[in-house]
């Protein structure tokens, strides 16, 4: 990462490649096209621009706004998807934030852009260390990486996949991200872990069916950061913390004037600010006034949220603490976990 950028190789004498053969279309490799509602601009300079607005302007609060989706869309770099599709190297820029860094400290400048180029700098490490675990065991994609999870999550909830799939499930805050999601083709971390974290421990729908669903939509879609985070955030990595979010709690710490639920769920538009979590709590006559029966409009929660937790908390820490799991674990903390000093092996959390 330190060593120099190598120079843009004069590409003037290349030659096309007649008949290659063995090139699948996306057609014959069964990727759906989906049209997102806002238009994405590939291409370096493209990628370029988005670092520079970032690194000189909307990233000065990135470590206090990531986590909202009402501030991430600006306060995020965005650079996934040219990261992902190799507009823009992490060497390049990586290079970038050195740069600042150093201005900053020479001219003492404290207005909280040190902490989150701090922040955003390790998680370009993550990503690199995401892709490496991929690298060392691919079969991450399909199997759990403690192996003694493979019991568990073994039936398949049509119906819960279907909500969870369609932003239905009655949770204004999954709903909203979903929907948000589809529309857009990104999301920030935290409403992806949440959306995980529901329909892994609520719903109890295995993460490999899940991850398939998500990587039509993400257009950043990077195997290697992918199929782990769904893996940690489906308590199955046996390195990890166990991490079940609340989507309650989340709706109230990340929109708590309901902003961004209202604008992605119409159906609760009238709804009051105090029913906006619980809108199956509302009496008959406030659904008809607010336009909003459930049942109708807008669906009864898909599950108890708190008997489903427990149940998810008993099931994974009945595996975790079997002698086996903790055996698998050591190997995969040997194989995968970071080797910076800490003592936990909760490694890689963003909470
Ligand atoms: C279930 C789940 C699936 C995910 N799938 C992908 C994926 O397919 N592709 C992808 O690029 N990211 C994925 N992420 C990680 C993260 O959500 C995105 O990298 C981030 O939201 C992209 O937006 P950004 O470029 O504005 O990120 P920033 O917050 O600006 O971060 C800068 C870069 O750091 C890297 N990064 C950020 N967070 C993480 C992380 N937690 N782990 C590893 N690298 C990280 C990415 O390359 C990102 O572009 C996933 C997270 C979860 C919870």
Same mark, same amino acid.
């Given at each position: %990462?330190?060593?120099?950028?190598?120079?843009?190789?004069?590409?003037?004498?290349?030659?096309?490649?007649?008949?290659?053969?063995?090139?699948?279309? *996306?057609?014959?490799?069964?990727?759906?096209?989906?049209?997102?509602?806002?238009?994405?601009?590939?291409?370096?300079?493209?990628?370029?621009?988005?670092?520079?607005?970032?690194?000189?302007?909307?990233?000065?609060?990135?470590?206090?706004?990531?986590?909202?989706?009402?501030?991430?869309?600006?306060?995020?770099?965005?650079?996934?998807?040219?990261?992902?599709?190799?507009?823009?190297?992490?060497?390049?820029?990586?290079?970038?934030?050195?740069?600042?860094?150093?201005?900053?400290?020479?001219?003492?400048?404290?207005?909280?852009?040190?902490?989150?180029?701090?922040?955003?700098?390790?998680?370009?490490?993550?990503?690199? *260390?995401?892709?490496?675990?991929?690298?060392?065991?691919?079969?991450?994609?399909?199997?759990?990486?403690?192996?003694?999870?493979?019991?568990?999550?073994?039936?398949?909830?049509?119906?819960?996949?279907?909500?969870?799939?369609?932003?239905?499930?009655?949770?204004?805050?999954?709903?909203?991200?979903?929907?948000?999601?589809?529309?857009?083709?990104?999301?920030?971390?935290?409403?992806?872990?949440?959306?995980?974290?529901?329909?892994?421990?609520?719903?109890?729908?295995?993460?490999?069916?899940?991850?398939?669903?998500?990587?039509?939509?993400?257009?950043?879609?990077?195997?290697?950061?992918?199929?782990?985070?769904?893996? %940690?955030?489906?308590?199955?990595?046996?390195?990890?913390?166990?991490?079940?979010?609340?989507?309650?709690?989340?709706?109230?710490? *990340?929109?708590?004037? &309901?902003?961004?639920?209202?604008?992605?769920?119409?159906?609760?538009?009238?709804?009051?600010?105090?029913?906006?979590?619980?809108?199956?709590?509302?009496?008959?006559?406030?659904?008809?006034?607010?336009?909003?029966?459930?049942?109708?409009?807008?669906?009864?929660?898909?599950?108890?949220?708190?008997?489903?937790?427990?149940?998810?908390?008993?099931?994974?820490?009945?595996?975790?603490?079997?002698?086996?799991?903790?055996?698998?674990?050591?190997? &995969?903390?040997? %194989?995968?976990?970071?080797?910076?000093?800490?003592?936990?092996?909760?490694?890689?959390?963003?909470?």
């Amino acid at each position: %990462m330190n060593s120099e950028i190598l120079e843009t190789p004069n590409i003037s004498k290349f030659i096309t490649l007649k008949n290659a053969s063995g090139l699948l279309n *996306h057609e014959e490799l069964s990727i759906k096209k989906i049209i997102f509602d806002k238009l994405y601009k590939g291409g370096e300079s493209e990628a370029k621009k988005t670092m520079s607005s970032f690194l000189n302007n909307r990233g000065q609060h990135y470590s206090k706004e990531m986590s909202s989706p009402l501030s991430a869309f600006s306060s995020c770099s965005r650079l996934s998807s040219y990261i992902t599709y190799g507009n823009i190297s992490i060497k390049q820029i990586l290079r970038e934030i050195k740069n600042q860094q150093k201005y900053l400290r020479e001219n003492k400048i404290r207005t909280g852009w040190l902490k989150s180029l701090s922040s955003f700098s390790s998680r370009l490490r993550w990503h690199c *260390h995401f892709i490496q675990k991929l690298e060392m065991q691919p079969d991450l994609e399909f199997t759990n990486m403690v192996r003694s999870y493979d019991l568990i999550r073994n039936t398949f909830n049509k119906d819960s996949f279907d909500r969870w799939a369609n932003g239905n499930t009655g949770f204004p805050m999954v709903d909203a991200c979903m929907r948000s999601l589809k529309a857009n083709g990104w999301i920030n971390f935290r409403m992806r872990a949440m959306l995980v974290s529901f329909a892994s421990y609520n719903l109890w729908l295995d993460w490999r069916i899940t991850s398939k669903y998500l990587s039509n939509y993400f257009i950043d879609y990077e195997p290697g950061i992918h199929y782990n985070q769904f893996q %940690m955030q489906s308590g199955v990595t046996g390195i990890n913390a166990i991490r079940i979010y609340n989507p309650i709690k989340q709706q109230e710490d *990340h929109d708590p004037n &309901a902003i961004f639920v209202r604008k992605w769920v119409p159906e609760l538009r009238n709804v009051p600010l105090e029913y906006i979590q619980y809108p199956h709590l509302l009496s008959e006559k406030m659904q008809i006034k607010t336009g909003c029966i459930i049942g109708k409009n807008y669906p009864e929660p898909v599950v108890d949220l708190k008997k489903s937790t427990l149940k998810a908390k008993k099931e994974i820490y009945k595996v975790k603490g079997s002698g086996e799991a903790k055996n698998q674990s050591k190997a &995969a903390y040997l %194989m995968h976990g970071s080797r910076k000093k800490s003592k936990s092996l909760n490694l890689f959390s963003n909470r």
